[in-house]
T-cell receptor, first 113, second 119 residues
């Protein structure tokens, strides 16, 4: 049973560029959340998608946007990259009404230079 | 606002020692969920346990045990007879149902505790 799959695993971008990260949820899961984890910190919630709609959003600027597709997969887009956007981006999936919490992927390591 | 505090930034023990990781939380929600995750160097957060706010039973799973005390807003995690494979970063997290209709909504994580178990 495949868990959460994220791509790419590593990425290097230049300041000002745009980036798209992708996530395929665990089989059977319908809800996807995105987190940003800076080095040495705990993950910070970006937003959550269910039924192709953003259901909740954390304290992130509009440069961070997302999308969920009919097959429940999701994308995270970041525009006008800043050096401070360098982090591990984690995707987590769950059931809208679940009992086991989230399943996390291994993340995408984004480096902005 | 929700907040999770993990008092220990780093803990170093020798194999077979018992170790307790502390977690204190703050929330105004009456229904909430507490989690512990393990993050090995690979980066993936590995689910260890979920606890509902209305279930204060302690739980034991092999060498792992959890002590949930609502009166002190704490959800501590103990590893008995630690092993080198337990070395990782451990996160305590707090979640609650949200208005968007999903079970857990936003998870608020603590800063993490780096556990190093020496042979």
């Amino acid at each position: 049973d495949a868990g959460v799959t994220q791509s790419p695993t590593h990425l290097i971008k230049t300041r000002g560029q745009q980036v798209t990260l992708r996530c395929s949820p665990k089989s059977g899961h319908d809800t996807v959340s995105w987190y940003q984890q800076a080095l040495g910190q705990g993950p910070q919630f970006i937003f959550q998608y269910y039924e192709e709609e953003e259901r909740q959003r954390g304290n992130f600027p509009d440069r961070f946007s997302g999308h969920q597709f009919p097959n429940y997969s999701s994308e995270l887009n970041v525009n006008a990259l800043l050096l401070g956007d360098s982090a591990l981006y984690l995707c987590a999936s769950s059931l809208v009404v679940g009992t086991h919490g989230y399943t996390f992927g291994s993340g995408t390591r984004l480096t902005v230079v | 606002a929700q907040k999770v505090t993990q008092a220990q930034t780093e803990i170093s023990v020798v194999e077979k020692e018992d170790v307790t990781l502390d977690c204190v939380y703050e929330t105004r929600d009456t229904t909430y969920y507490l989690f512990w995750y393990k993050q090995p160097p690979s980066g993936e957060l590995v689910f260890l346990i979920r606890r509902n706010s209305f279930d204060e039973q302690n739980e034991i799973s092999g060498r792992y045990s959890w002590n949930f005390q609502k009166s002190t807003s704490s959800f501590n995690f103990t590893i008995t007879a630690s092993q080198v494979v337990d070395s990782a970063v451990y996160f305590c997290a707090l979640g609650a149902p949200n208005a968007g209709g999903t079970s857990y909504g936003k998870l608020t994580f603590g800063q993490g505790t780096i556990l190093t178990v020496h042979p």
